[in-house]
């Protein structure tokens, strides 16, 4: 068996794509994490594209240890010179640098020859190397390129000193019987790829990204490139808990292993769901809501009687326990420490003290606490400690009298000081909306706003995702919960105009 490398580029492929600016200590939760899930290679941000992305990849390679940290560039010195600087002090850094050679890449994005463009290939990986010896080398489009051409570039970048070689489907076009078939032709047709890594990158047009990346795998190759919930540019990337799980259910079939820690997938999967506010749909694989429930009557009883009879893979096994035990206020720190110890959650006694009082306040609020609950208020102590300059809701009220007719007050609090205001608003949320706008000055358009409750029961917790735009065009996600719908949509709001000022007062 090969040991399949996990590439994860939830942080670059991923985040690019999604139009939001997570800040740095948001990309740092979600790198410590990958570590715990066991990922081998974390593709970390794209340097060169802005000041912010350098840094975020700078912080990343500095803290996060125990996994390779890599960095994008393209084709171009500059780019890898700063792409070095930002993964320097990683402990393991690899430099991920290439070019698009398909025929309608090379004439109208690059205007180059195919002669050109392997000079420019075989350049790139040769300036890499001055400063690292793992190098990873794209051939963009690799999919609608000759594959003549893509033999004669990749044969290139290995003598140049190419340690991976990455054949991406960019634009997500194959079937995975043609994937692979390229993959086979490349192991057999390229000289030297014995002395490297051949990696699977492929986008989701077609919903067959997972597909097509196994064909790839089957077919030789010992890396694959993907993201958590397969968020990314369009469609979306390849989901490696997708791929992961495949082939645990039967690694015969592919030839490899992984060194995945499988109960942290559904764990992983939450936490890149709640920081990048894109949900996982209720029936997506391994991670969705539904992807281990069973419905129908004749499903249940065969479970019932024998799980092997409609389940392929036990829940447990992907870290979402199924004895569920329900908390109340009556539940002691024990039953609260034990349980949290099962969701992955390992606190010293300092902070279940802390996780306790909330729990109780919550525990009064409704009278029954489910995983669910547990898991918001493991997010929201999390989330509380990311924020610097913090805001906080203290008190509000909102009276209602007919539609469109709503008026909110708000009291808030940052650094020690309080500050009140009013406004009225096209119903609640508007309102309160508005008075919180007054007090904080932020301009900001609202693009988006959901509520979905967290468990079970007429008083579960309301979770409000707000995102809002700067006048620059960015795009910041906020989440509040509590058991007032009206308190979370506060909360939400506030918590994306924190994350607004913050990345103001960063930049001077
Ligand atoms: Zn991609």
């Known amino acids: 068996m090969r040991k399949l490398y996990v590439f994860d580029t939830t942080l670059r492929d991923g985040e690019q794509s999604l139009g939001i600016t997570l800040n740095i200590q948001e990309k740092l939760e979600i790198s410590h994490q990958l570590v715990k899930l066991g990922v081998d290679i974390i593709e970390a941000g794209f340097p060169a594209s802005s000041p ?24 171009v010195p500059g780019d890898i010179d700063i792409c070095w600087e930002a993964i320097k002090e ?26 050109q463009g392997i000079e420019m290939a075989v350049g790139a990986v040769k300036h890499a190397k001055k400063y690292v010896s793992d190098v990873e080398f794209y051939s963009e489009d690799a999919f609608r390129t000759e594959p003549e051409v893509l033999a004669r570039v990749l044969e290139a970048v290995i003598e140049a000193g190419a340690t991976v070689v990455n054949i991406p489907d960019t634009v997500g076009y194959a079937t995975p019987w043609e994937y692979g078939d390229l993959i086979s032709w490349i192991m057999q047709n390229v000289k030297n790829i014995g002395r490297v890594i051949v990696s699977v990158h492929c986008h989701n047009d077609l919903g067959m990204a997972t597909a097509n990346s196994l064909a790839g795998i ?50 992983t999967s939450r936490l890149v769901a709640k920081i ?24 249940q009883d065969g479970v019932l009687k024998e ?4 389940e392929i893979i036990h829940p447990e096994t992907v870290g979402i326990p199924q004895n569920r035990i329900i908390l109340t206020a009556r539940s002691g720190r024990h039953a609260l420490r034990h349980r949290l110890e099962e969701l992955g959650f390992h606190l010293n006694s300092e902070e279940l003290n802390k996780i306790y009082e909330k729990f109780l306040r919550l525990a009064d609020q409704k009278q029954e606490v489910f995983d669910e609950d547990l898991y918001a208020l493991m997010g929201d102590k999390n989330g509380a400690n990311a924020y610097k300059s913090r805001i906080s809701l203290k008190s509000f009220s909102v009276s209602t009298a007919g539609p469109a007719k709503a008026m909110a007050t708000v009291e808030l609090e940052a650094d020690e000081r309080t500050a009140i205001d009013a406004a009225c608003g096209n119903g609640p949320v508007d309102a309160i909306f508005k008075a919180i706008d007054r007090i904080l000055q932020c301009p900001v358009t609202l693009e988006d706003y959901s509520l979905k409750s967290v468990s079970r029961g007429k008083d579960a917790m309301g979770d409000a995702t707000v995102k809002v735009r700067t006048e620059d065009g960015r795009l910041f996600v906020g989440r509040g919960l509590s058991t007032d719908v009206i308190e979370a949509s506060a909360k939400a709001y506030l918590n994306a105009l924190t994350k607004v000022k913050s990345q103001l007062t960063a930049r001077g």
């Open 90 to 115: 990683a402990e393991q850094p690899r430099i991920h640098t290439g070019l698009a050679l398909s025929p309608i890449h090379r004439q109208y994005k690059l205007g180059v020859s195919v002669e």
């Open 307 to 310: 799980r092997s009879t409609y």
């Open 52 to 75: 912010g992305d350098f840094e975020a990849v700078r912080q990343i390679a500095r803290e996060v240890k125990g996994v390779t940290i890599c960095g994008l560039t393209r084709a």
């Open 218 to 267: 089957k077919a030789g190759a010992s890396q694959v490139e993907g993201t958590i919930n397969g968020i990314g540019e369009r469609a979306g990337n390849t989901a490696l808990e997708e791929v992961i799980m495949a082939i645990y259910t039967q690694p015969a079939r592919f030839g490899v292993n992984t060194t995945i820690n499988y109960k942290e997938i559904a764990r």
């Open 276 to 299: 990048t506010g894109v949900p996982v749909p209720a029936h997506k694989a391994i991670v969705g809501d539904n992807a281990f429930s069973h419905a129908s009557g004749i499903h």
